[in-house]
């Protein structure tokens, strides 16, 4: 049947050769042309591949017959040595560290109640690793960019608790003639107080041995550039930003940190750069997108931290919602209950007190340099805006001379700051203002406003009438909480370097977040913060 189907070639008339021979050659050129560039791309794909290969030290994959290539069905791979050896030198020196910090804290509080250590001392420090390990202390460092000690002290708070129980319970095996009630609080204090000094001590050692971690960002150039800035700024991560890539159906846009290669050669990528981790910022993109962008990189041996655009509003200030196999994400309000305003005023007037009597020979000794040195009040009153909107005069012990204020104005172009009036070099510092400032001691006087109610220790930064006028809108509700003495945006390395509108953020972030504790770690954080001098 075939073969009755098929023609005999037919033979060309003399007058129609030629064009038949142009158009042939005309076919084999566009023919020749599809093959070069077939082959271009071949050469280029084998290139990519030997690459690969090279990099990865991996034999050909053998793929079953039938097998699904889906991102759903990649394993997470094996992560490089460098990045698991430094792993286990965080988790080997907490270890480390907690053994070393029961083992003082048992011995002094002994020692120091006149009596003798026996041998469960030794016996039972393993089991502050082992109460440590349960809680999951050693497992967190692997997972975040910022390894910061004061973010786990709850945790070391039960972890000294449970030890404590532990050597009590022993009695006579921790010390001759056991714990009495004085000498187990006594161990349960220096424990926690311990816990917490040794493990900062500890990282603070690794982070300074090992290497910066290189990171990748997936997403576009405004996520990349804050991620960035963030790195830059920031004096509790060790990470650099290598570059960005692309998410698929993204534009490609100028500027910004240096974009690598698209989505399709990120494996290369990932090993040619050495990168540690990669950060997603998910644009338009669904969910099971960024699941299978997350298994791929997971599967290439790579950490990968995700910025999720619904916390750049709410930001932690989520309870997770476990509803029969539904997580489900509650909200908490805005604001600070009453029983919460009354914990804060508590624990304001509390700390205002103790500190202004603690300081109080510093702060007389301060008001006579200022006063003999030159001609003026020793306090500089400046209205700010408090909360719910109310203006009132914010004390500092006076820097300038008097009526600087007056010439502002004609300083406004040496202004440093976005949104604000700070000038680094002000020429109307005084010689005794510019130690205040250096040691930020001039704020010192705003503890008589915080017992006045006027202010808070910990809260958002109080604008003067001029810069708060430029906060409109939701992003008011920061006037719900009072204002501090310091706050985020003073951890974060002082206002000179935070933009008045992402300030602004971060005061809305901390109102939503609100807690007793997280108050006592932004205070913890300002004391290193201006004894080291930073952000002065």
Known sequence: MTKGLEQPPTRAEPGTRATGNGSAAAGNGSAAGALTDALSEARELARKRAERHLIFRTAPAHQQPNAPNESKDIREGVRPAAVLSRDAAFRRALALADVAAAAISVLAVTVAAGNAPRWGVLAALPLVVLASKVSGLYDRDEHVLRKTTLEEAPLLLRTATAYTLLAWLLDGGIAAGGLEKREVLALWLVLTLALITFRALARRIVLHFTPAERCLVLGDVDAATRIEEKLKLSHSMKATLVGRVRMTGDPRERGGPLELGPLDDLDFILRAQQI???????????????????????????????LPRLFEVVGSSVEFDDC????????????????????????????????????????????????????????FRQHRIGRAGEEFAMLKFRTMYDGADEDKQALRELNEANGFFKISNDPRVTRVGRVLRRCQLDELPQLINVLQGEMSLVGPRPLVAEEDIRIEGLNRRRLDVPPGMTGVWQVLGSSTRIPLQEMVKIDYIYGANWSLWLDIKILLRTVPLVLLRRGC
């Open 276 to 306: 540690d981790r990669v950060i997603i910022a998910p644009n338009h993109r669904t969910s099971d997108e960024t699941l299978d962008t997350i298994r791929l990189v997971k599967a290439l041996g790579v950490k990968v931290s995700v």
């Open 324 to 379: 029969d196999g539904i997580t489900l994400l509650g909200v908490r309000r805005y604001g600070l209950t009453k029983s919460s305003l009354f914990l804060k005023r508590a624990f304001d007037v509390t700390g205002a007190a103790a500190g202004l009597t603690l300081i109080a020979p510093l702060f007389a000794l301060i008001a006579v340099a200022v006063k003999l040195t030159s001609r003026g009040p020793v306090f």
